[in-house]
């Protein structure tokens, strides 16, 4: 469990391509944090680390992305799922056990149907809007 920390979006960003360059192929990681913490920002850092051109966003009624890099990435945000059923139809199986990249936003609403090696991340607010980045398993507290 390594924890950082990052005082403006582009600091989170250069965290995340750090991050991406020690990946391999295939990996799942979970992000967790509150809304507006820096999951999406983070995702940007890893995007551009593989190459990638095309702006990481997050639509509104958009649950699943995928963008071609040097390795695929696929960008998921449960959110809107409000049960692990309807995001079993959603069938992203392919994404989840390819071999691209896959991160997911709120996953801890999904948990049971995600693989069990995963890397968790979690992103936290201070008081001085700087972030606590935590890479390891939130569960192994210390
Ligand atoms: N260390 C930081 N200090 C200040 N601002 C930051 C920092 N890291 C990220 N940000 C900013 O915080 C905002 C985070 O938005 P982002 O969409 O990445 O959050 P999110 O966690 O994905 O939220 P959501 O749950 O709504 O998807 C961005 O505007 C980003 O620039
Ligand atoms: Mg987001």
Redesign the pocket.
């Known amino acids: 469990m390594k924890e950082h920390?990052?005082?403006?979006?582009?600091?989170?960003?250069a965290l995340g391509a750090d991050f991406a360059a020690g990946l391999s192929p295939g990996a799942v990681v979970c992000?967790h944090?509150?809304?507006?913490?820096?999951?999406?920002?983070?995702?940007?850092g890893v995007a551009s680390f593989l190459g990638i051109q095309e702006a990481v966003?997050?639509p509104t009624f958009t649950i699943a992305s995928a963008y071609e890099g040097s390795l695929p990435l696929y960008h998921i945000?449960v959110?809107r799922i409000d049960s692990v059923e309807e995001f079993e139809l959603l069938g992203l199986e392919e994404y989840i056990y390819g071999k691209g990249l896959t991160f997911i936003?709120?996953s801890e609403k999904v948990e049971e149907a995600l693989p069990s090696r995963l890397i968790h991340i979690t992103?936290g607010i201070n008081d001085d809007?700087?972030?606590t980045?935590v890479i390891g398993e939130p569960e192994e507290e210390p």
């Open positions: 920390k990052t005082s403006s979006g582009e600091q989170t960003q992000m944090g509150p809304l507006g913490a820096g999951k999406t920002t983070f995702i940007q966003t997050s945000d959110y936003e709120w992103i809007g700087t972030r980045i």
